[in-house]
Structure formats: structure tokens, C-alpha cells
């Protein structure tokens, strides 16, 4: 009967529908799950192009055993609305996670980013960070640094002082900015090679053509940014239909 934790069948039957190129909903309807379900299990074990049963399913049991073994979570970490599923929550916070990881980040920020962009809050202190992570005080420094330093969060002061990690409406932007500015600086360093190199040859001419892809690139991103910053300060009324 459908339902319940995956089985290592299961898993070797997603296996098998990704390699035949099978959407999440054909395989999902084989087995008669969500097509969430298969979403999260297939994100969470290396993407579409590196999923192994075999290993997805160690995976999930070791993941099984720390819940079990792990201490409560601090007493300082917001308690789930009312109505979520922690378990579901728990589970989303691993895809989102491993899509921060596909784009370039670390293990830990990118388990940290997706720890507070999926707090209502939006942020968290260092020692709830550690608590809800269930990793040490000095992992959280060092990714809170990585992270800050990035322009993906920023620090603030709450009323007891305590120092609090935040992802607000605005982080998201200044952060695309910012790797704007960072292509654009590669499209001028490309642009001086070429004056180095000699114009009319071949490396000169790769790296103008370089030059002028990345400012073209960065001057869409800088305004497709402002065209739609007023997006990330809407809010959003959700409805019990659009919820699910």
C-alpha cells in the first residue's frame, strides 16, 4: 500500500525512472506517491544526474539514527506554526539546502542559509543556529562569516543585544548586485588582456568577446534587479487552496 517512509525498492524504481529521462510526476505516479515526495528524495541524494538507490538509502537511514540520537533542539528556536509538519519542514530544509550547494556554496552555509530563509522570523542567533543544526558554535561563526561576507545575510542587535543573523527582503537583492558587480569586474579585466595580448589576434579577440558577454550579462542582471526589487517586498496572501 503507497505511503510511509521510501523503500530501497522504491528507491531503485526512481533509479530507473530517472534513467529512462522519466519526469517526477511519471515516476511518482508509478509508485503511487506525491510527486513532492519524489522531488525532495531525488534533490536531497545528488540531483537528477548523480542519484544512486543504493546510497540515497544509507543516506536516509543515517540521517533516521542522528534524529534519534540528537539532543532537543534549543530552547530558543521559534516552534513550528501550528498545522506544519516539522518532519516535512526538516525534509525542505535538505532540498533547499542541496540546490544552494548545486550553486556553489559550502555544506554547512548552505544548511545555514536554509535554516533561516525558512524561519518566518528570517533570522536566528548563533546559538540558535547551533541548536537547530545540531553543529558546534564554531562551525556557525565560520559559515556565518563565509556567508556575510557574501552579501547572502547581514547582522543586527535584538533588544537583548544579542547579535542575530538575518535574511531579510532586501539581502536577496543587494546579494544580486553585488555578483553583478563581480561579472562586471571580470569583463574589464578580460577587456585589459586584450590591449596586453595585441589586438587582431586570436587570444585578444576570445577574451573581448569575452568582455563583452559578461558587461552585457551584468547590465541585464543589475536591471532585471531593480525592475523587480518591489517583488521581494510583497506580501503574499495565501489561501488554504494555494496553499496546497
Excluded: C, W
Excluded at 558554535?137 to 565560520?142: G, H, N, R, Y
Excluded at 590591449?195 to 587570444?203: C, D, K, R
Amino acid at each position: 500500500m503507497p505511503g510511509g517512509r521510501l523503500t530501497q525498492q522504491n528507491r531503485q524504481q526512481i533509479a530507473l525512472g530517472l534513467a529512462d529521462g522519466l519526469a517526477y510526476a511519471e515516476i511518482a505516479r508509478g509508485l503511487g506517491r506525491p510527486t513532492s515526495t519524489i522531488t525532495r528524495e531525488v534533490m536531497r541524494n545528488g540531483g537528477p544526474t548523480a542519484y544512486r538507490a543504493d546510497l540515497a538509502h544509507r543516506a536516509t537511514e543515517r540521517r533516521t539514527h542522528r534524529r534519534r540520537k540528537a539532543a532537543p533542539r534549543d530552547p530558543g528556536t521559534s516552534p513550528q506554526a501550528p498545522g506544519r509538519d516539522a518532519e516535512a519542514v526538516r525534509e525542505y530544509e535538505e532540498v533547499l539546502a542541496t540546490v544552494f550547494m548545486q550553486s556553489g556554496l559550502p555544506k554547512m552555509t548552505a544548511r545555514m542559509l536554509a535554516g533561516l530563509y525558512t524561519t518566518d522570523v528570517g533570522s536566528l542567533t548563533a546559538s540558535e543556529l547551533a541548536g537547530r543544526l545540531q553543529v558546534s558554535p564554531a562551525s556557525v561563526s565560520k559559515a556565518t562569516t563565509f556567508l556575510e561576507s557574501q552579501g547572502l545575510i547581514r547582522r543586527e542587535r535584538d533588544e537583548r543585544r544579542r547579535e542575530r543573523y538575518v535574511v531579510d527582503d532586501d539581502v536577496l537583492y543587494q546579494s544580486m548586485m553585488a555578483s553583478a558587480r563581480a561579472t562586471a569586474h571580470l569583463g574589464e579585466v578580460a577587456r585589459q588582456g586584450v590591449g596586453v595580448l595585441g589586438p587582431g589576434t586570436p587570444a585578444a579577440a576570445r577574451l573581448e568577446n569575452i568582455a563583452r558577454f559578461v558587461a552585457f550579462v551584468s547590465e541585464s542582471i543589475v536591471r532585471a534587479a531593480d525592475q523587480a526589487r518591489e517583488i521581494l517586498h510583497t506580501k503574499v496572501e495565501t489561501t488554504s487552496d494555494s496553499a496546497t
